[in-house]
């Protein structure tokens, strides 16, 4: 697949997303939109694929929707942002948060608006300590979108997320780290190196059994307890009759690696 806006390859079983519009602070515009939905797409697809490491090019990882795109501006300024969430966004954090294999983020420098909200929408999430998170809808009058307004109460607790999204403070990367919001802050040089680490590890542990773990805990939030011992009822039954089960117990007892498929 050749691509204009992101780059895409695939290696060791991880697929690299990154986007690609540095002088834009990699901000989203409609080429960008399509093209990250083709790269998910594959990511879905692809059985060789067993986790998804998403990063950004240059200085920043995304500064959230280009304002200078045409399809966010409308007519005299009053454009349908509703419609352009509803196809491009939405979607997006979607295609995230329920994609069967683990996504890995690595963010360096700013992730802003939707940036910061597609973040949040990763599972397992590293940032470089240079990195910052800005919630800036408030600054033009807008609201946050791309799963914001429900990962980062989740992630930091509620009085902490009106703070930042009414005010629109930058939160350091350290901060974010001591608050919840990130998985590990780490030197800017060691950034990609420890999630690409991360992400091939991630590609070797059992595919099937990460990706209910992660839909589980995706779901309790809004699940009751009875409802949340049955999905995990369920689940276990389903993981235990798995090729993966039976190769880690195997492994355990023999006192190996295991060896995992991912099935």
Known sequence: MNFETINYQVNSGVALLTLNRPDTLNSFNAQMHEEVQQAMKDVRENASIRCLLLTGAGRGFCAGQDLNDRATRGDEGRPDLGATVEKY???LIRAIMTLEKPVVCAVNGIAAGAGASIALACDIVLA?????FAQVFCKIGLVPDSGGTWNLPRAIGLPRAKGLALLGDKLPAEKAEQWGMVWQCVDD???????????????????RGLAETKRLMNEAFSTPLHQQLESEKAAMRTMGYSDDYREG??????????VFKGQ
Not at 128 to 132: E, G, L
Not at 199 to 205: I, M
């Open 89 to 91: 966004y939405n979607p």
């Open 128 to 132: 470089a300590r240079s990195a910052a």
């Open 189 to 207: 040089e060691a950034l990609l190196s420890e999630a690409t680490r991360l992400a091939e590890h991630l590609a070797t542990q059992p595919t």
């Open 249 to 258: 117990v195997a492994a355990f007892l023999e006192k190996r690696k295991p």
